[in-house]
């Protein structure tokens, strides 16, 4: 065999991620919101955009002084549509609402004061004025459910006090509002909130101490070690329930509040299901026309590379966003089709969906459908889902081998079971495995006891009633 060298030609394919391609994937992935704000930050970089609402005011300025419009106008009016002729045929159009502001006089707060905040103003009207600098150390050492992050002894040497005046100091913040702030540990947070439980059985303090076993259903336990009847126990169990572990959390900043934007909206109306791509909150583009002289100019100016180069960086923007128009709503119209019957019937009419089925129905690559469907919501007749909801999993076999159960089929069959169930002989989860079975939902004993961990029901022993 002899090596030596040569010239060939050869075809290959091959994709070249352009500036442009990943800007139109980086569109297709964002949701309402995070589109509203990526075009408005366009908006800032490229001269040539500009909403449609700029428009209709220049328009509107230049019938008021009686300006009309140039015959080049109407020659780039009809450019502008051949550039964009090719998209016209599967541009999805949708009507915007013009909602007309009014005044309100509803008085309302910008935000929620935080529960330093609110700590804070309860302890500048008390009289503590020794150990106020004290308690403001503490509040500001509470983590986000109440707790007190530190010891007492780390008080009383970072603010060099002695340990009674740390104490002290303690003492006032727990008396503030909600009670259990400030608690060291789960026992001292409920035993603080105590109070709130008029009349309270002098019991329940004692229980307190076994929480450990009161979490895990070891109740003859307590009832074994406190000398009282298991039916006593669960009854002072009861009452500690109704007390907040957390009381903290309802103080939560409006950081941590998520409002949910759906992307999608689909209505039935006249027996038939309704698709409108929510993207009110997205400004409408439009190209400049202050920008055009500087095209008409033969001349290759730096002036006029600037601005074909920002043409066609806004006009492949604006291609963009309708093209993610028209992939949601070829995704949502496909998922429409597959889940009517969970659409109009509900939970139990879900049927098995993968994002190959959306893919070969509206004849793109599954991870386009992936990307489109990333962290997106819509609003249907049962409610709001994340779009990743309607791709329910096949799971578990009927007696005719048949395959068409979803998770959400069998969760919502498992909480209906154990809802029902006589709560002094509760179902233990190879119980509930062969109720299952005869829904022909045939799963596995340990697969029931991890749906029944994912819809936050205790096992057996905890839910058993005496």
């Not at 903290?248 to 949910?260: A, E, K, M």
């Amino acid at each position: 065999m002899r090596l030596g060298y040569g010239l060939s030609l050869e075809q290959t394919q091959k994709l070249i991620m352009t500036p442009e391609l990943r800007q139109a994937i980086t569109i297709l992935q964002l949701s309402a919101l995070e589109l509203s704000t990526y075009v408005e930050e366009q908006l800032l970089e490229n001269p040539l955009l500009e909403t449609q609402e700029e428009i209709l005011d220049v328009k509107a300025e230049s019938e008021a002084n009686g300006a009309e419009e140039s015959p080049s106008d109407d020659k780039w009016e009809v450019d502008w549509q051949d550039y964009f002729h090719d998209q016209e045929e599967n541009r999805v159009r949708q009507e915007r609402v013009v909602v007309e502001e009014k005044q309100r006089f509803d008085p309302f707060i910008t935000a929620a004061p935080t529960l330093q905040e609110h700590l804070l103003e309860q302890l500048h009207v008390q009289k503590i004025s020794a150990s106020l600098p004290v308690a403001e150390y503490i509040v500001g050492n509470l983590d986000d459910n109440g707790g007190l992050t530190i010891t007492l002894e780390d008080i009383a040497r970072e603010k060099n006090v002695s340990l009674e005046t740390a104490e002290e100091a303690l003492a006032a913040v727990q008396g503030l509002d909600p009670l259990g702030i400030g608690a060291r540990s789960l026992e001292e947070c409920l035993r603080l909130q105590l109070p709130l439980l008029p009349n309270y059985p002098p019991e329940l303090p004692e229980l307190l101490k076994y929480l450990e076993d009161l979490a895990a259903g070891r109740l003859q336990r307590i009832a074994h070690a406190m000398k009282l009847s298991i039916s006593r126990v669960q009854e002072l169990a009861d009452l500690i329930r109704k007390l907040d572990p957390k009381p903290g959390l309802r103080f939560s900043g409006p950081g941590d509040v998520r409002y949910i934007v759906p992307d999608v909206v689909i209505e039935e109306i006249g027996g038939e299901f309704i698709i409108l791509v929510n993207d009110i909150t997205v400004p409408r583009l439009g190209i400049n026309k202050a920008y055009r002289e500087a095209l008409s100019n033969e001349e290759e100016t730096d002036t006029r590379k600037f601005v074909e180069q920002k043409l066609n960086a806004a006009a492949w923007l604006i291609r963009s966003i309708e093209q993610r128009r028209l992939t949601l709503y070829k995704v949502a119209n496909a998922i429409v089709k597959w889940q009517t019957d969970f659409l109009r019937y509900g939970i139990r009419h879900l049927k098995p969906l993968t994002l190959r089925d959306i893919a070969e129905e509206i004849g793109v690559h599954e991870s386009t459908v992936s990307r489109a469907t990333s962290h997106k919501y819509v609003q249907t007749p049962r409610g709001i889902f994340e779009f990743k909801f309607f791709f329910a999993n096949s799971m578990g076999r009927g007696h005719n081998n048949d395959s068409n159960i979803t998770t959400e089929e069998i969760k919502f069959a498992l909480r209906e079971i154990i809802s029902s169930e006589n709560p002094k002989s509760p179902y233990s989860d190879q119980k509930l495995a062969d109720l299952l079975k005869a829904k022909t939902m045939v799963i596995s004993r340990r697969t029931v006891a991890k749906y029944r961990d994912e819809l936050g029901i205790p096992a057996a022993t905890v839910r058993k009633r005496y």
